[in-house]
């Protein structure tokens, strides 16, 4: 097998353990061989002396990854068997968690686009970084969905309510937003990767160069979020999805009715569920006891038809236009949101312990 045809490349040069997702074409969207093939590198590297560091970034000028196979879920929730999925977000869901806790450092470049379980590889690391290019999002509730891979984690401890804002809007950001956010820790010009992986080859101290780094990569681009802090932080505060959006349409700013527009473009039951499972997030105490949640709340996901028909829309057929059931916030029944936060399905195992 080519380079070329390898879903992840693998490779250590000096003290240096690179992984770069090889998909460019899908903009590297995960599947469960990459997820595979990512842990195998770090169970390779955790015991080597030789290795230092790891660099994981993307191939191609798009995007570090687009997210997961959004085609495997749906096929998925369409047939009587859900292995598939199951043992595709139960290694994704560790994986991240891995990432997490990884006992040597990690710089994840976040760079052109970064989605869904991009979001999960690369915000969990130790040194994650991004650059002017990136197109950061948790767009889930677009296809009936809700953020997983930790996402719960991330949003619920962004100051105030950017967190809820991203989650229930889809929206995508750039470098100044997810910075504010905290999902990186530093700003890096895309120029500078290679200089960075260059300096980690000899072994060189990881803050160090990143911090050069980011000092030669110039001013760090502004926050349109932290701009709009005011009336983000008073309309989504509170536990109700529809008095969200009602409060937005109230606001004076331009954005926030942008912002009540794409809530409600999305799909109800995955705003409401969304919108409770940050709140819960933000009480627990770990990323592991977010992600064990969002397994049980990804599987509840299987038996909504919004999951296929917003994977449809967006995917298969690209016609943009779901009907979504139930068709609005208020009708959205407190049972189903129940439901979507129970505890696992009998005979399913959690993802720890």
């Not at 015991?47 to 997961?68: H, M, Q």
């Not at 930790?150 to 619920?156: A, D, E, M, Q």
């Not at 449809?312 to 029944?333: H, I």
Request: negative net charge; contains cysteine.
């Amino acid at each position: 097998m080519t380079d070329a045809e390898r879903p992840v490349l693998v490779s250590t040069d000096g003290r240096l353990g690179r992984i770069t997702l090889n998909r460019p074409r899908a903009i590297n969207a995960l599947t469960l061989e990459m997820i595979r093939l990512i842990d195998e590198a770090l169970t390779a590297w955790e015991g080597d002396d030789a290795v230092a560091c790891v660099l994981l970034d993307g191939a191609g000028e798009r995007g570090l990854c687009a997210g997961g196979d959004v085609i495997l879920m749906r096929d998925s929730a369409l047939a009587t068997d859900r292995t598939p999925v199951m043992d595709f977000w139960r290694e994704e869901y560790r994986l991240n968690a891995r990432i997490a806790s990884y006992g040597k450092p990690i710089v994840a470049v976040l760079d052109g686009v970064v989605m869904g379980g991009g979001v999960g590889l690369a915000a969990h690391a130790s040194h994650a970084v991004v650059t002017e290019r990136v197109r950061f999002a948790m767009p889930e509730v677009g296809i009936g969905f809700t953020p997983d891979v930790g996402g719960t984690f991330l949003l619920s401890r962004a100051p105030g309510e950017l967190g809820t804002h991203l989650a229930l809007t889809g929206a995508s950001v750039g470098a100044g937003d997810v910075l504010a956010c905290g999902f990186a820790r530093s700003f890096l010009a895309a120029e500078e990767v290679d200089e960075v992986a260059a300096a980690l080859v000899t072994g060189a101290d990881v803050p160090t160069v990143l911090t050069a780094a980011s000092m030669r990569s110039g001013e760090i681009p502004g926050s349109t979020l932290e701009e709009g802090r005011d009336w983000i932080d008073e309309c989504y505060a509170g536990d109700d999805a529809a008095q969200i959006v009602a409060r937005l349409r109230e606001r004076p700013e331009t954005g926030a009715h942008a912002a009540a527009d794409l809530v409600e473009r999305q799909s109800p039951t995955s705003v409401a569920v969304t919108l409770a499972a940050l709140r819960r997030a933000a009480a627990l105490d770990s990323l592991e006891e977010c992600l064990e949640h969002e397994w049980a709340t990804s599987l509840a996901f299987l038996d909504t038809p919004d999951f296929v028909e917003g994977i449809r829309a967006a995917v298969v057929d690209k016609d943009r236009s779901p009907t979504w059931s139930p068709p609005a916030l208020a009708t959205v029944p407190q049972a189903e949101i129940a439901r979507h936060l129970g505890p696992l399905p009998d005979g399913v195992p959690p993802l720890f312990g």
